[in-house]
């Protein structure tokens, strides 16, 4: 690089970081959850395969309140999503990516257990590398993605469930046709990494009146590469945060739907051979969601991928 051949161990290195980085940390959340199709903060990407097929599972809890009244009972909702995703080169500079999610909800009522479950909505984006610099093993190299995409109205949106309700997202799906946006910067120096990205997700009306209100993400994390004979080591600490703005009914703004909330995350991914495991959990700091309403308790997600 730079004119000057580097030791092969370095060229390894290097070729290994250079996977590392093309993760985008892509992000999608449905007013703060339930019929996302990414997960929020979750991620988006592996950063052991820069090209992979695999199945992610990850799981969300909140707590509500079951009513708008002061003295309305605080319930327990938990969200399940399990996605087919892939990503796939289509030039040097030019990636494609798609999540095919199915969702298994369920909230804990004071008049029973409400389950709704099925298809999410199908998100597929492509990603540009605008700048990319590499670097020898004693400086930082740099790399920087702009890209777009839109997330399918596939899964199934019912009104009648968001009816006198807290957390509106308890749905399968939006809907509606929605368009994201989103920037990526990715740094590293020898064993380290640091990848940070904004995207900004532009939700429409659907067919039942209903706008679920844009929402601002933002996220770094902070990585460390550990190579043994025939393992890969990757532990990750990070920090990532989402805004929601307020929800559209026939014309009309609702209350309470608004809200922002600020996460700690800390994971690992394990490689051998072509295949990869992955595991996060991320923890909320502060939050403000529906007015305070609505509390985040938890996220989790494991992932297994086969690189392409």
């Not at 997960?39 to 992979?52: D, Q, T, V, W």
């Not at 067919?207 to 550990?226: A, R």
């Amino acid at each position: 690089m730079n004119g000057a051949e580097l030791p092969k161990d370095k060229v390894n290195a290097f070729t290994f970081q250079k996977m590392l980085f093309s993760s985008t940390m892509m992000e999608d959340d449905c007013d703060a959850c339930g019929c996302s199709a990414a997960g929020g903060s979750m991620g988006f990407s592996s950063m052991l395969n820069n090209n992979f097929v695999g199945v992610r599972y990850f799981y969300q809890s909140y707590t509500s309140k079951d009513g708008i009244f002061d003295n309305s009972p605080w319930i327990d909702e938990n969200f399940h999503t399990t996605q087919i995703w892939a990503r796939i080169p289509i030039t040097p500079k030019i990636q494609l990516t798609a999540l095919v999610p199915y969702q298994d909800h369920t909230r804990n009522l004071t008049s029973g257990v409400a389950n709704i479950s099925g298809l999410g909505d199908i998100t597929l984006m492509a990603t540009y590398t605008v700048l990319e610099t590499m670097a020898d093993s004693t400086s930082i190299s740099n790399r920087i993605q702009l890209g777009g995409g839109v997330k399918l109205p596939t899964g199934k949106f019912d009104a009648a469930s968001n009816s006198g309700t807290i957390n509106q997202g308890f749905q399968v799906g939006t809907g509606s046709l929605d368009y994201l946006l989103l920037a990526e910067h990715q740094l590293s120096w020898d064993k380290w990494g640091l990848n940070s990205m904004l995207n900004y997700n532009i939700k429409t009306e659907n067919k039942k009146d209903y706008q679920f209100g844009n929402q601002f993400n933002y996220g770094s994390t902070l990585f460390y590469m550990m190579k043994t004979e025939k393992m890969t080591y990757v532990p990750q600490l990070g920090l990532a945060g989402e805004v929601y703005k307020t929800n559209w009914q026939r014309g009309q703004v609702l209350p309470n739907t608004a809200g922002d909330i600020f996460f700690s995350k800390i994971g690992i991914e394990i490689g051998r051979d072509k295949f990869s495991l992955g595991a996060n959990v991320m923890l909320p700091i502060n939050q403000n969601l529906a007015s305070g309403l609505m509390e985040s308790n938890y996220r989790l997600g494991f992932n297994l991928n086969y690189s392409l």
